[in-house]
Each structure stands twice: as structure tokens, then as C-alpha cells.
DNA sequence: CCGCGGACCGTAAACGTTTTCGGAAAAAAA
DNA sequence: TTTTTTTCCGAAAACGTTTACGGTCCGCGG
């Protein structure tokens, strides 16, 4: 930012008027003869005067700043929700300040540092794996700063937070497994620092008592999301006594790992194991067979988290409220029982 | 952003000193007394102390803010790019404010707006599908504000810009299926207003003309990278007289699409028809068969655009250059010729 | 005893706005 | 004409910083 182009106070000198008056006239506050407003705005276009926003946010004691810390973008599900974020940040006219924690809590907690110092008018958060430590969150709020949390939650936080109903989701997936008589039905479980992984851990405990198939702890596999991790897993996997009739995963790029080594290895999706995975990836609909999954919106959940973000800070209220927002089961032929 | 929680001032009533000392401890400039500075640092951490950094930009004039603004975040290359670009922001404390065109010039248009009215240091742009105007260009430009292009560029302006070298990548490409004995080559090109579809295209007629395979223009089908578009697509490429042994589509979404409906319709993929994608897209390997692509370094593209524009921004230089990245071709399964 | 240099620190201007308060002039009412 | 009201506009403070400039005090050499 080299020195400013055009100032107020350039206009006021042309004009032969005070900078009060280009201000009013260009706010449309106040009395301002019209003939003057009308020099002003003119002249204002012709410049191509822009205000300067910070020197604004200094009287106006507010930046229109939405900081946004994500783990990574890198993923489908964050990219929606990014993306539902800045459609509402736009509507409203708020800037949105991007930051990844790139799942480390040294950067997350920096990136929180600089958000706080650029006096951001709220932040959204998803936390990563690392984060267990509260304290930045409380300095952010001590400094008045309101936070929503979405999708990935630091708990005990007296926020209001975003969130899928995971544990209903996982209920669904591993119900529609039953339904199409699996009984023998393993789980890649995410790692356990992530809400959403015990979540989805404890939808498909639930689903099994619900249905009072006796839960076997070998088939439950930890799996941390990478491709060789799901590979390791599905190994383990098929060298159990007695082979699974199900596999739910947490989230699709395992599911779609497992389903290439079982292909590879001779077992077939679904005659000898159905499979049902988690987030709608677009990989899901395009590997062979179709992947059953279970739909999150993202771009909802970004949408609303953007928006409830907006109303506390119009209203300056911490309504401390959790929205749950539903799944969706997609089947596709991965799971399908009659082929 | 309530009122600040704790200013300059604040620090300086309380340790009975000026402001400007408090400032100068902070800083380490100009003199101050050791154990001055001590208390200084010390109280300023106690409560937590962190200078509004919109006060600062506007003595310094400068705003540490880059703005980014892409098409769609909602494209697994555009969240590589803009993941590099964090990083490097990141390493150089400089704030990435984000913003999305959703492909429509107006909402291009004003988020450039927003960008010189927060007066960011510099903007990273790739452009619409539909921009055609350069004015808003300029005026950033005048506005002594630099820009940097990358991946799709708006011809003509005086900027640096970094891309990948889609002709390369279409060559290596089409050569590729040369390579394999395919003659009869088709193409799904992406939309011409897009300078990548226009290189890739050429790219494509290059590889023809120096293996003095004839242009025929009936194999050249139109396709905007969404999958219906794909699909009737392929519909007009099965419905041709003599059906061709090579596909090279624009994207890996378009390529993956067609391998399905080829599929589908009993065509065999590599047998009868070898496909080459574009991208890299995660998908692409996901699929049967596993697609052969181009590779874009995405991230390398975010994190040079990133970093020649801080650095254009510190020496106060347009470099006016242009960085061209190398594509790297990933052989899989769906161009064998052995199976 | 005088003067000088260095160490330390305070005053005030500047950055670009918004907004309160009050004043001048014009118009209306008396 | 005088008073009141209205219309329009300017001065100045405020937002939270940085920094140029100058002042005070001290110690030291002469």
C-alpha cells in the first residue's frame, strides 16, 4: 500500500469544502445541501475515491473481518464449507481472512494470534487433531471476540457450535447394513481425538445394540484416513477367522481403499461384503462399484455457521446454541444386496 | 470488535510513562531504558496486549494483506493452489483474504473492490470464465496495488503471471497416446474463452501436426468439464462412423465420465479406446481402469505466485514476468497397451 | 565552572476516517 | 424589524498506532 491515491481530504481541497461535509455527503448522513452532495459524489467517481477501510474500522470500532481457521482445505468437505462461507460473508458484505492450521496446534494457535491482533470481528473454527489446550480460545473471547465452532469441536467451550449429526449418520450407514442382513459388520474407526470419529463410533455401537448383535472389538480397526492406513487395516481385515459380511468406514477415502484391496485380493463388493462409507466425496460415484455413503452438507453447515456468526455479532449476543444439521444416506451399488 | 480490550494507552497509564515509549519498548526502537522496557514487555504480556494492527497499517501503510481471489475454491487444483499460497503467506506474516468469483465477473468485480477499499498489498488473481473486461484491472493497477496472475489469464496486462504449461502437458499428453499406436485421437475440449482450454487444444493439434496425423475436426468435441456435459459427449463420440482408439480430455472429471459411459456401453478401456486426463485429480485413480493424467503442480503454483508477489510488493518492482511450470505426465492403467 | 555528549523520554504530528457540537446564514414567523 | 427556526457546514475530537524532534538530566573533560 503505497500512500493513499485519493483521500478525503484530496476531495475536500478540490472541492473547497470540508472533509466533514465529503464524509456526510458520501455517507448520505446528515444535512448536506443537494447540489453539494451531488459535487461530491461526482467528483468521488470520477477519482475513483475508495475510502480506506481500516482508517474506518478504527472510528467505527469494527473490521467486518471473519477469520476462519480451518485444519486444511485440502479436503472436499472443508472446501464446501469454505465455500458456503464466503456466499453468506459476501451477502452481508463481511471480508473472510483464510487460515489453515494445516492439523498442527502451533500454527492454529498463531493463526488465532494474528486474527485477534487484526481485531476480526468473530472467528469460525475447526480444530485440529492436535488442539486440546482451551486457553487461546478463552483469550480470544476474553478479548470480546465471539466464536463458532464447526464440524471438528473443542469441547467445553460456552460457544455456539456447527455441527453434523454424525452419530445418527453412523447409525443410519450401519442400520442399512443390517437391513441388508449383514451381521458380521466391521468399523474402520477414525482416530479418537476427533469428535466426529468417537461420534461415528458410537453411532455404529448403537446400531448394533439396537439390534442386539453382540459387539466383536476385533472388528473394530483403527484407521487414520490415509490410503496406506486403510490399506494396513483392510489387511488386518482379511486376516480375521472369519470374514466380515460389513464394513463401515469413516469416511470414504477408506472405504475406497478397502474396496480396491478387496478387489484385489479376490473378495467381491458387495456379494461377499457390503460397504458403506462417510462424506459423499465425488470419488464415491465414480469407483467401481458405486460407493454407498453417507452425505454431509458442507456447504450448509458453512452457510449457517457464517450466518449465526453474523447475527451474535449484530446483536452482540452469545447464543451458546448447537446446530445439528442431518445426513443423508446415498446407496449406491457397494452395498447394494441383489445384483 | 467492542472496544479494545487493552490499548497503548492503557499501558502507558499504568507504568507512568508516554505512549511513545511503550511503543519504542515494544518495537526495540529507538532508546529506552532496560529496565523500562522490562516492565514494558512484561505488563504487555500479563494482559495480553496485542496492537490493533489496523492503527499500525495506517501510519505504516501498509496492510499485510494479500487478496486472493479464484473461480471456485470447489476444485481440488484451486485448493492445492491457494494451500501453497497460506503457506507461504504464513511464512512471511503476511493475512490471505479470500474471496470467490463463482465464475461471474460481477462478483469478481466487486470482490476487487473490497480488496482496494481494505487496501490489501497485493492481489493473486485467476480469472472468471466470463471476464472479458481489463478495466477493474487497471484500476487496481493505478491504484499502485500489484497483481499477480496465475493459472487462467486475462491476456494483455502488464503483470506477472504464473502458470503451468498446459501446451506441454496437452503435447506430452497426445504424444503419449501416439506413443501407443492410437491414430484416430479425439479431444474433448474444454470452453475457448478459457486460456487453458485454448493451450491444451493447441497442444493437442501440435502433437497431431508433428506425427503428421491428419486434423479431423469431427474428433474436436466441445465439453465444459461438468459431467453431463461429459456424457453427451461421449454420446457424439460412440455415434461417429469410425470409433477412435485415443481420447485426451480436457480434466480427469470429463475423462472419467466418458470411461464410464464407455464402460457402460461395452466399449473396453484400454482395449478399444486409451484415455488420457488432465489434472491429477484424486479421482483419477480411484477408477477402473486408473486414469492416466497430466499432473499440475497446484500447491508449487500457490506457493510461487504467493512468493513472487510478497516479493514484488518489498522491492517495489513489477517484474512483469512469466513463470511457467512443468507438467508431469502419470501413466495408469487406462493408456496401456499390454494388458 | 562551563560546556558537551549521551541516555532516556515526552510532545505532537501524522495516518484517513466518522461524528458531535455548535455557528453562520437564510428563511420563516412574529 | 426582531425573533425563531431551519438548513447547511466547519472545527475538532476520537480511534490506536509510529516516529521525528526536542528537552532534561547526568557524567565527564577541560
Redesign the pocket.
Known amino acids: 500500500m503505497s ?2 491515491v485519493v ?3 484530496e476531495l475536500a481541497q478540490r472541492l ?6 465529503v ?2 455527503a ?2 448520505n ?6 447540489e ?2 451531488e459535487r461530491v459524489v461526482r467528483l468521488a467517481a470520477e477519482l475513483h ?4 477501510y481500516f ?2 474500522s ?4 469494527q473490521t467486518k473481518i471473519i477469520g476462519v481457521v480451518v485444519p486444511t482445505i485440502y479436503s472436499h468437505y472443508f472446501s464446501q464449507a469454505l465455500c458456503g462461507m464466503t456466499d453468506v460473508a459476501n451477502e452481508h458484505d463481511y471480508y473472510v481472512m483464510f487460515c489453515q492450521s494445516n492439523e498442527t496446534s502451533g500454527l492454529e494457535r498463531k493463526s488465532m494470534e494474528k486474527l485477534v491482533a487484526c481485531h476480526a470481528d468473530g472467528l469460525l473454527i475447526s480444530i485440529s487433531k492436535e488442539t486440546k489446550d482451551r486457553s487461546m480460545f478463552d483469550e480470544v473471547l476474553s478479548n470480546g471476540i465471539p466464536i463458532v465452532q464447526f464440524d471438528r469441536i473443542l469441547p467445553g467451550l460456552q460457544v455456539t457450535k456447527v455441527i453434523v449429526d454424525e452419530f445418527e449418520g453412523a447409525l443410519k450407514a450401519v442400520e442399512h447394513l443390517i437391513a441388508r442382513k449383514c451381521r458380521r459388520i466391521a468399523h474402520f474407526a477414525g482416530p479418537m481425538e476427533l469428535s466426529v470419529s468417537v461420534n461415528r463410533l458410537n453411532g455404529y455401537l448403537e446400531a448394533l445394540k439396537k439390534h442386539r448383535i453382540p459387539v466383536d472389538k476385533s472388528l473394530i480397526i483403527p484407521c487414520n484416513s490415509f490410503e496406506d492406513d486403510a490399506q494396513t487395516a483392510t489387511k488386518k481385515l482379511m486376516h480375521l477367522k472369519v470374514l466380515p459380511d460389513g464394513l463401515f468406514a469413516v469416511n470414504d477415502l477408506s472405504a475406497i481403499a478397502a474396496i480396491q484391496y478387496l478387489k484385489k485380493h479376490g473378495v467381491r463388493v458387495p456379494q461377499d461384503i457390503k460397504v458403506v462409507g462417510f462424506n459423499d466425496d465425488p470419488a464415491s460415484r465414480l469407483i467401481d462399484p458405486t460407493l454407498t455413503t453417507i452425505m454431509q452438507p458442507g456447504y450448509e453447515v458453512g452457510k449457517l455457521a457464517m450466518g449465526v456468526l453474523i447475527d451474535e455479532i449484530k446483536n452482540k449476543k452469545n447464543k451458546n446454541q448447537v446446530f445439528k444439521l442431518r445426513t443423508k444416506l446415498i446407496a449406491r451399488e457397494s452395498s447394494r444386496s441383489r445384483i
Open positions: 500512500k493513499q483521500t478525503i481530504k473547497n469544502v470540508s472533509i466533514a461535509t464524509s456526510r458520501l455517507r448522513s446528515g444535512d448536506v445541501n443537494r453539494t452532495r475515491y475508495s475510502p480506506n482508517a474506518q478504527l472510528v467505527k470500532q
